[in-house]
């Protein structure tokens, strides 16, 4: 399952919920670095939103391979979030376009459930700068190619979740 938004839009929280209903047991994986006291808090809250049956796992690059680590039944994995990932990929000067397809395929052959987060990036002002649009850009390619590869998709705005994968058949009236 991949569940997208803007930033703030509840996708977390729905992530959550459907993983917490998934599996009793879980691994979160966070691609967050607590780089200042403001994104140390938030991971705080994060955790905290979790229950005991929850364990963390922080891997800031190396996402496929700990998904395909960590991947069994009856234990869901939460991976919060593939925009943070890209961002720590770029920084670090990786080939993004061969780890978007590697995260890829590591979720079309996963041995349990895993639910994604990622945002949708592309559905505001374009950015400024080159390094913005070229990040921009990346994070539509990952959302599509995930979203290929998942077996559901939902799209979260104020909260609110839309299943868009699978899609409901169009209702076409011809007259």
Do not use: H
């Amino acid at each position: 399952m991949l569940a997208i938004g803007g930033a703030r839009s509840g996708k977390s929280r729905y992530a959550l919920a459907l993983a917490e209903a998934a599996a009793a047991q879980g691994v979160y994986l966070a691609t967050a670095a607590a780089g200042d006291a403001e994104m140390a808090a938030r991971i705080a809250r994060r955790r905290l939103d979790r229950g005991a049956g929850w364990r963390t796992l922080e891997e800031p690059l190396a996402l496929a391979a700990a998904l395909r680590a960590e991947a069994r039944e009856g234990r869901v994995i939460l991976v919060d979030c593939v925009t943070l990932w890209l961002g720590n990929l770029l920084t670090a000067g990786r080939d993004l376009a061969e780890e978007i397809a590697d995260l890829a395929d590591a979720v079309a052959t996963l041995g349990g459930p895993a639910v994604l987060v990622s945002n949708d990036v592309g559905a505001g002002v374009a950015p400024e700068s080159e390094l913005g649009r070229a990040f921009r850009d990346c994070q539509g390619r990952a959302n599509q190619e995930l979203a290929r590869r998942c077996d559901a998709v939902a799209l979260v705005a104020a909260g609110l979740p839309a299943l868009i994968k699978p899609a409901p058949p169009p209702i076409l009236r011809l007259r």
